[in-house]
């Protein structure tokens, strides 16, 4: 019965394109969420760009009071935008370098927008003002992630330095802390993480905001946003031992996550909307 069980489900992974939306049948198959559950209210904030031809949301981040975000345009290329909060429109837009087709996460470091890229298994480094100025890319440089499935990102603060968390989808199920300017230099991220953790499995954003790092995954019907403490990330090794409260997620496809100091952003790639949710 196992053995038939487990045939089943490596035939469905060949001929399920999983990469393609990043979500699926396979959540089923994830740890179940926690016991230590927190309240959020949801507030939709209207469609994403092109979500009427499934051109599916990805990474978004907050800065200097605008939403950056990006989408996928069934992988043969990754538009950013920038919106505005209030109004939700579309202010400016540039396509990411040839070969980032599907962003999944963006970051801010307070001077250079990262982003990186699930089919190339990149963190890109880019002049945002530029490129929106402009109307195209502005590349600083980038690197190889050492992924396999490079899904999000965050900048976070770490004994003095600053890093770049990325994490992994489905393959390895690691977040890796990397020294980005040094990674950048020397072209990967290999020789340059700080450490890791395993995350619960197809992590989809990354946040760090008020001490705590916090990881949005696929779940068997709602999905969740862990709220993680780095220091136990950092002595466990492990999301599920780190983690302070859950919450869930505003649907089923939930995607990267952004704090704009109050509440915090986020997309669903199954409804095509963004949400924006505040802690109760």
């Given at each position: 019965m196992h053995y038939i069980t487990l045939t089943l489900i490596l035939i469905l992974l060949t001929i399920i394109p999983i990469s393609a939306t990043r979500f699926g049948f396979i959540s089923l198959f994830l740890k179940k969420p926690t016991s230590r559950q927190g309240n959020i209210h949801w507030e939709d904030k209207g469609p994403t760009p092109l979500g009427e031809k499934k051109y599916t949301p990805q990474g978004i981040t907050w800065i200097n009071g605008k939403i950056i975000f990006a989408n996928t345009w069934k992988n043969t290329r990754s538009r950013v935008y920038e919106f505005h909060p209030a109004t939700m429109k579309?202010?400016?837009?540039?396509?990411?370098?040839?070969g980032a087709v599907h962003t999944s996460g963006l970051a801010f470091d307070g001077t250079y927008l990262w982003g990186v890229d699930y089919r190339s298994n990149r963190a890109y480094c880019i002049d945002l003002e530029l490129s929106l100025v402009e109307g195209?890319?502005?590349l600083i440089g980038s690197f190889e992630t050492s992924l396999k499935g490079t899904s999000a990102c965050c900048i976070i603060p770490w004994e003095g330095d600053t890093?770049?968390?990325i994490s992994d989808f489905m393959n390895s199920r690691q977040t890796i802390f990397v020294k980005m300017i040094e990674a950048l230099k020397a072209g990967t991220a290999a020789g340059n993480i700080v450490f890791t953790y395993k995350n619960?499995?197809?992590s989809?954003?990354?946040?760090?905001f008020d001490g705590f790092l916090y990881e949005s995954e696929n779940k068997a019907g709602k999905n969740i946003v862990n709220k993680m403490n780095p220091k136990?990330?950092?002595?466990?090794h492990d999301a599920r031992k780190s983690i302070v409260v859950?919450?869930?997620a505003p649907g089923s496809g939930v995607e990267d996550l952004a704090w704009d100091g109050d509440g915090i952003w986020t997309s669903d790639e199954h409804v095509f909307k963004f949400f924006r949710g505040v802690f109760k």
């Open positions: 579309i202010l400016r837009t540039f396509d990411m370098p040839e195209e890319v502005k890093l770049l968390a619960e499995g197809f989809q954003g990354l946040e760090y136990l990330l950092r002595e466990t859950q919450y869930p």
